[in-house]
């Protein structure tokens, strides 16, 4: 029998031996010093999925077993210093994820959609919301349509106009569709927005109250609805879209639904048989996302309009010239601001906040 790392070997009163085990330590214990370090008493199927962490090859893969080393771990003040670890490094392959293209793995199906556009929103729910005919109508893209359930298997993206920009939106599986808990997670951990659909005229409420329980089963938590710190590896924005308003009894319901989520999460209601409320559901989307549109102009010359620079909301002169060029931002003195500024053509500094709409002149 081949012995663990400082297995050891004891007899018993009764003269049998018996092997006590003790794992190899992880990877990730002794940050601390020995003084001040306190147990963590992982259990053997920690250091089970820590080994299909360093034999992993892609983001993908590390993240999944980040995420199950996560979940398997105690919760005490021993493991207080490893959790906020896992936590790092959970969100360093997620940024190493948007780098790479929509890989798939046999086995696991995990799958990876790359962003474009001004941001990605993905579609969660139950079956038969009205997902699939929703990015359809916006976007065109070819998600199937039935009045069946399950009809989406993959992520399918399509891009959603509004106004001089395009959003992204992601079709995806049911929630309770088979073999999608290996892989759909990874793919709203990723996204900016979560759009949660309900079906209007089948008990909303609980529809996304579902929904809710479901992204928390896999420690992902809604902005605006309670979680412990503990329970959760990443918060999402999310809005609820009440579908199919134009039916019998289902305006009554929105207003219950909005009632329930008031002051904690948006809700829109739309027909996207229809194409009702459509617009407010770009506007929205826009809003949630939390972004800008800058337009930047050369010395002497108009602004192009129709090709503004999307940046996050809060982003300042100094982010604008940054993602223009990198030497922009290094050697940017000042800019000039038409739109949000005291008056026309305001000398500002790097630092000065932009608001959306404002055009920009970057002086180097």
Wanted: with cysteine; glycine share 6%.
């Amino acid at each position: 029998m081949r012995l663990q790392y400082k297995d050891t070997i004891r007899q018993e009163n009764d003269g049998h031996y018996a092997i006590e085990y003790r794992p190899r330590p992880s990877e990730f214990e002794g940050s601390e010093s020995p003084a001040t370090a306190m147990p963590a008493n992982l259990p053997p199927q920690y250091y089970e999925a820590e080994k299909r962490y360093r034999c992993a090859k892609t983001p993908q893969e590390k993240i999944e077993a980040l995420e199950e080393m996560f979940s398997i771990m105690p919760k005490h003040k021993g493991t207080d210093r490893l959790r906020a670890e896992l936590r790092t490094k959970i969100a360093k392959f997620y940024e190493e994820a948007e780098k790479r293209p929509m890989v798939g793995r046999k086995g696991s199906l995990l799958y990876y959609v790359k962003k474009e556009g001004a941001g990605q929103a993905v579609l969660v729910g139950l079956p038969s919301t009205g997902k699939s005919q929703l990015v359809t109508t916006l976007t065109g893209a070819s998600s199937q349509v039935a009045d069946y359930p399950f009809t989406t298997q993959l992520p399918i993206p399509g891009m959603m106009e509004f106004e001089n920009i395009q959003i992204q939106l992601v079709d995806l599986p049911a929630i309770t569709a088979p073999n999608v808990s290996s892989w759909l997670p990874n793919i709203v951990r990723n996204a900016d927005l979560v759009l949660i659909v309900v079906d209007l005229t089948r008990e909303p409420v609980s529809q996304a109250e579902a929904t809710i329980e479901w992204l928390a089963g896999f420690r992902i938590g809604v902005v605006g609805e309670a979680r412990r710190a503990e329970e959760v590896t990443v918060w999402k924005k999310a809005m609820i879209i009440g579908n199919k308003v134009d039916a019998a009894g289902a305006a009554e319901n929105y207003r219950t639904l909005e009632s329930r989520y008031q002051g904690r999460l948006p809700t829109v209601p739309i027909s996207a048989l229809r194409a009702d409320g459509l617009e407010n559901l770009r506007r929205a989307t826009f809003r949630e996302l939390e972004v800008i549109r800058v337009y930047t102009k050369v010395p002497g010359q108009k602004p192009d309009l129709a090709d503004p620079v999307v940046l996050r909301r809060g982003s300042t002169a100094l982010d604008a010239a940054e993602s223009v060029h990198k030497d922009f931002g290094r050697n940017l003195k000042y800019a000039q601001v038409w739109g949000s500024g005291k008056f026309a053509g305001q000398r500002v500094k790097r630092d000065y906040v932009l608001q959306d709409g404002d055009v920009i002149e970057l002086h180097i």
